[in-house]
């Protein structure tokens, strides 16, 4: 996040929030050390009035939300003097949905950065036409797995968007697209739907089977920017030939705090 704040910030004023907690000097699980995060003047941020408080920065408080958390009560706030900053965010998509709305329509805010977290797909969907950025880990152990799944999130990220105005109704299916759902998909359906890929729990040779029997629209977009890769005693060359060989056709980043 904070390398993408100090691009955006060359063009305009980012507003960034959390859906964890992010900012803090040592992760409050492991107690590994956090890098910190800088807010600048005329940066929009989502966090609690006590960590605002606690901020060596000066904020403009613009509207507090009905939305509490063990960290203190949710806001939105402008910076008037730099400073860092530790973020707090919603406890559930609805209220980041709400947030992110305010964000857009009320304050007018062009670019937002939300920082994920770890194996949590479904914000994504909180946000229409969201885009995003997925941080792959891997180490010896698991180079087979991280590849099946990059190449599940391609094909999930590649179905067309269900256009309502078309004539053939696709068959919905509502929720989790599971091994279970399949099985009662009618025969000689030709045309299924889901909500986004965010709804795939599959794995990626059972979602290409599917795909080469049916066509897949999706109901809303999420789009794919990228891969950013963290290797942990891999070289970044062997795992980027191999994600080559794939033919995947979404790039892939290094970790920029790689060493």
Aim: charge should be positive; aromatic fraction near 8%.
């Amino acid at each position: 996040m904070n390398v993408a704040l100090n691009q955006i910030r060359k063009v305009e004023a980012p507003a960034f929030a959390t859906i964890g907690v992010d900012g803090e000097g040592n992760d409050l699980i492991d107690g590994r050390a956090k890098p910190l995060i800088t807010t600048l003047p005329g940066d929009y941020l989502v966090t609690t009035r006590p960590l605002l408080d606690k901020s060596n920065g000066l904020f403009e408080l613009l509207k507090v939300f009905p939305y509490k958390t063990v960290l203190g009560q949710l806001v939105v706030a402008k910076t008037l003097r730099g400073g860092t900053i530790e973020l707090v965010g919603p406890e559930n998509n609805a209220q980041l949905s709400d947030i992110i709305d305010f964000l857009k329509n009320e304050i007018k805010c062009q670019t937002i950065v939300i920082d994920g977290a770890a194996n949590r797909l479904t914000p994504v969907s909180a946000i229409s036409e969201a885009g995003f950025f997925y941080v792959q880990y891997v180490d010896k152990r698991n180079m087979n797995k991280a590849l099946e799944n990059l190449k599940l999130l391609c094909l999930s990220a590649s179905f067309p968007i269900y256009d309502k105005s078309q004539k053939e109704t696709p068959y919905k299916i509502d929720g989790a697209l599971t091994a279970n759902k399949i099985s009662t998909i009618p025969d000689k359906t030709k045309t299924i739907s889901i909500n986004n890929l965010t709804s795939v729990f599959l794995p990626f040779k059972q979602l290409k089977a599917l795909s080469q029997k049916h066509n897949i629209l999706a109901e809303n977009n999420c789009k794919l920017n990228a891969f950013v890769l963290v290797t942990k005693d891999v070289e970044k060359l062997t795992f980027r030939k191999l994600y080559e060989q794939c033919n995947l056709n979404i790039e892939l980043i290094d970790n920029p705090y790689g060493h």
